[in-house]
């Protein structure tokens, strides 16, 4: 039996700039640094999405927490 994969992009904007941290979790199941390597090169959010997406992730929900800082995107990869 085949199930999705979700995985976690986390985009903290630097203050005064519009430069961005981006990180990705994909849970204990985290076998491969491809993914994080590859956001590594990305200031934008936009562009990082856009990589996901041609890794064959979808977006399923994007949040932010309170203060705005960090933006968190919920991406899942069919199986």
């Known amino acids: 039996m085949t199930h999705?994969?979700?995985?976690?992009?986390i985009v903290t904007?630097?203050?005064f700039s519009g430069k961005s941290d981006i990180a990705i979790d994909?849970?204990?199941?985290?076998v491969?640094?491809?993914y994080a390597d590859a956001l590594k090169e990305y200031v934008s959010?936009?562009?990082?999405l856009n990589y996901m997406s041609s890794q064959g992730w979808?977006?399923?929900?994007s949040y932010a927490n309170q203060s705005l800082v960090d933006t968190r995107h919920v991406l899942r990869k069919k199986a």
């Open 4 to 9: 999705d994969t979700y995985c976690l992009l």
């Open 13 to 15: 904007k630097h203050a």
């Open 26 to 30: 994909l849970g204990q199941q985290n």
């Open 32 to 34: 491969s640094t491809e």
């Open 45 to 48: 959010e936009v562009d990082a």
């Open 58 to 61: 979808e977006l399923v929900n």
